[in-house]
């Protein structure tokens, strides 16, 4: 179950690499379980396209630093004609509850020795503040989580249908320390609850982008567009409006270790 969790996408520093990228990746190769032969480019959408801004992050208030750039971001795709509605997509905060469900079986069976016999102390310890102590779950459990993810999947389906795109943020809070996720269990917690639309995200089988928008004192920001399925190009083209109203790369300090 959790592979239907598992998300593949590029990592670029443009939108137009963004694209070039998501092209090579999406051809086809039998020896991928998963490859589905979806257009990248679906039909034109009508105009204007309406996007719901949300906050929501499953549970974790956002920061005030990241609600100013979900709002800034949404005045920039208003400017460029699209019809921004304030409106919570259904059940984010169940979407991320279920990935623990669904993934932790395999996280305690599998990955849980791997880390233990090849990772470092810090993955050790990380990985021990998330799942130290959980239980095993039963096939009834396991199975009921699947059928609630059917049902969160179909009303999103039809959320999308309405809005088709979905602005929101990418976390809670503006980039953790480093260092965060090991320095206790109860800080392990919270960095995780933070990420809830990065967990949900996943379990609902939707495409998603994030896109810089600028710095919040010393620290990068973005958001996170959320569409319909096989409609990455959706997303890219939101993700340009942005980028063009805050054109400048996130530099990468080669000091950073």
Same mark, same amino acid.
């Given at each position: 179950?959790?592979? +239907?969790?598992?998300?593949? *996408?590029?990592?670029? /520093?443009? &939108? ?24 990248? @480019?679906?039909?034109?959408?009508? /105009?204007?396209? /309406? ?50 469900? $669904?993934? /932790?079986?395999?996280?305690?069976? @599998?990955?849980?020795?791997? &880390? ?11 990985? =021990?503040?998330? @799942?130290? =102590? ?17 049902? +969160?999947?179909?009303?999103?389906? +039809? @959320? +999308?249908?309405?809005?088709?795109? &979905?602005? *929101? ?9 480093? %260092? ?19 967990? =949900?995200?996943?379990?609902? %089988? ?35 409006? $942005? ?15």
């Amino acid at each position: 179950s959790p592979q +239907l969790l598992s998300v593949q *996408g590029p990592l670029t /520093r443009r &939108v137009a690499d963004l694209r070039l990228a998501l092209s090579a990746m999406a051809a086809g190769d039998p020896r991928d379980p998963w490859w589905v032969p979806a257009p990248l @480019f679906g039909p034109r959408p009508a /105009r204007p396209i /309406r996007v719901a801004l949300t906050f929501d992050t499953g549970g974790t208030p956002v920061h005030p630093a990241v609600r100013e750039a979900i709002e800034r971001s949404a005045a920039w795709l208003a400017d460029a004609g699209y019809a921004v509605e304030t409106v919570d997509p259904p059940a984010m905060r169940e979407a991320a509850e279920l990935w623990d469900l $669904i993934s /932790r079986n395999d996280n305690l069976l @599998f990955i849980k020795p791997a &880390v233990r016999r090849d990772g470092d102390d810090a993955i050790r310890t990380s990985f =021990g503040h998330q @799942f130290d =102590g959980e239980p095993l779950l039963d096939a009834e459990a396991h199975a009921r989580a699947m059928a609630r993810r059917t049902t +969160l999947i179909r009303q999103w389906a +039809l @959320f +999308l249908e309405r809005y088709p795109l &979905v602005l *929101g943020p990418v976390s809670a809070e503006p980039p953790f320390e480093q %260092g965060a996720d090991i320095a206790s269990r109860e800080r392990s917690r919270a960095v995780l609850a933070a990420q809830g639309t990065q967990f =949900g995200v996943p379990v609902l %089988g939707l495409p998603a982008v994030a896109v810089p928008t600028g710095r919040a004192g010393d620290v990068p920001l973005g958001v996170q567009i959320i569409g319909r399925r096989f409609r990455e190009d959706m997303l890219l083209d939101a993700a340009a409006v $942005i980028e063009a109203r805050e054109p400048s790369a996130t530099p990468i300090d080669p000091r950073w270790d």
